[in-house]
């Protein structure tokens, strides 16, 4: 299972120019990623109503899956019924999203596109973003500009949060919940070797009670 610390998602996402849409665009969506842990389709498929820029949550009850031919594309429920779920991002992700959706703004009216509520969040013009463009985009960039970091997809950053919110402590049934697992068990079953050995911790616990 790969996955980037933060220290190397760093590396990564310092390489966007703010000043730039497009790269602002795809700093905006990876951050997302990173820091959310939704799956790829959950993520393309959430429009601005899903966002309540007050309370900093996001409603997910919904994906995006691309179809072969052409820029085709299917919205369906997510993946379980658990799936649906709600996630409540950090401040600075929050920021980020306000400022996005002001950039957008201004970029769809170029295409006489109006933005509304049920505008996708994470279209940057006329099209859905193409789920291949984005994945291999990460492997080009490190390559590029010699990051010396391990080239990962999109899935890999769902990986990634889990990883983060472990080495921060936080307990397996808030990461199930934020992940949209059915039970537990499906989290600890795929992510059980990244949790630290907590028999040391037992240990010094009963060397307290001498």
């Known amino acids: 299972m790969k996955f980037w610390t933060p220290e190397q998602f760093q590396k ?5 120019d703010d000043n730039k849409y497009k790269d602002f665009f795809k700093k905006i969506y ?16 959430l429009e601005w109503k899903d966002f309540n820029k007050y309370t900093n949550e996001i409603i997910i009850n919904k994906t995006l899956t691309n179809l072969k031919q052409g820029n085709d594309f299917l919205v369906t429920s997510p993946k379980t019924s658990t799936s649906n779920r709600v996630i409540t991002v950090n401040k600075k992700l929050s920021s980020l999203l306000k400022e996005w959706k002001n950039r957008q703004k ?8 109006e933005q509304t509520d049920t505008t996708r969040i994470f279209n940057f013009n006329h099209r859905t973003p193409n789920r291949n463009y984005l994945n291999e985009f990460i492997k080009q960039a490190c390559e590029k500009y010699n990051l010396d970091i391990p080239p990962i997809n999109i899935h890999a950053l769902r990986h990634s949060h889990v990883s983060l919110l472990i080495n921060s402590g936080e307990d397996i049934y808030i990461i199930s919940q934020r992940l949209g697992h059915k039970r ?3 989290t600890y079953d795929i992510y059980g070797h990244l949790f630290p050995n ?5 240990a010094d616990r009963l060397d307290n009670l001498f």
């Open 198 to 202: 907590r028999q040391k911790e037992l």
């Open 30 to 45: 990876y951050t997302f990623a990173y820091f959310t842990g939704v799956r790829m389709g959950e993520q393309l498929a």
């Open 12 to 16: 990564f996402i310092k390489i966007f």
């Open 106 to 113: 201004e970029a769809l009216e170029e295409y006489g596109i």
């Open 184 to 186: 537990t068990n499906t």
